[in-house]
């Protein structure tokens, strides 16, 4: 005879068979913007010629300044990333209306609204470093950041 576990049981159990750093994640109350930051790839535009990674393999060191500068972020919160603005960071939302030549990420489906809505009203860019390795676009959904550009030319916002 087979006896089922209760089912607060078998969450309890399911949550301590994840790795340490996951079960926070996992069923956590936390306001979003009080988790610390992750990143996603998986809107990544590799093929737009403006951003495309063959313009990052052409500038020499950029993954080993872009890989910290990602690690130092996932560090910070949503709350902590969002309020700073100081010049290290260089990061602000993303004004669809001021930049010319593009209304959002090309590569969101507006048949997806709740996506679409996300890329064009949570879009942020921050700086790799102070300016030689350019801005990294994306949005916000949570505390998940979906990268879309990598902007090595200041080419999205030259101003910033």
């Known amino acids: 005879m087979s006896r089922k576990r209760p089912k607060k049981q078998r969450q309890l159990r399911d949550?301590?068979?994840l790795p340490d750093d996951m079960r926070s994640i996992a069923h956590d109350p936390v306001d979003p913007y009080e988790r610390e930051m992750l990143f996603s790839f998986k809107y990544l535009d590799?093929?737009?010629?403006?951003?495309?990674?063959?313009?990052?393999?052409r500038r020499e060191h950029y993954v080993s300044q872009l890989l910290p500068r990602l690690?130092?972020?996932?560090?910070?919160?949503?709350?902590?990333?969002?309020?700073?603005?100081?010049?290290?960071?260089?990061?602000?939302?993303?004004?669809?209306?001021?930049?010319?030549?593009?209304?959002?990420?090309?590569t969101i489906p507006e048949t997806n609204e709740q996506l679409y809505a996300a890329s064009q009203s949570d879009a942020y860019q921050?700086?790799?470093?102070?300016?030689?390795?350019?801005?990294?676009?994306?949005?916000?959904?949570?505390?998940?950041?979906?990268?879309?550009?990598?902007?090595?030319?200041?080419?999205?916002?030259p101003d910033a």
Request: include cysteine; charged fraction near 25%.
């Open 15 to 17: 949550r301590q068979a």
């Open 126 to 157: 921050f700086a790799v470093t102070a300016n030689e390795y350019g801005r990294v676009a994306g949005f916000f959904i949570d505390n998940v950041f979906h990268v879309v550009w990598l902007d090595l030319d200041h080419l999205l916002h």
């Open 71 to 106: 690690c130092h972020l996932s560090r910070m919160t949503i709350k902590a990333f969002k309020g700073e603005r100081s010049k290290a960071l260089r990061s602000h939302p993303i004004n669809w209306d001021e930049i010319k030549n593009h209304d959002g990420f090309g």
């Open 46 to 57: 590799a093929a737009c010629e403006s951003y495309s990674l063959d313009r990052c393999d």
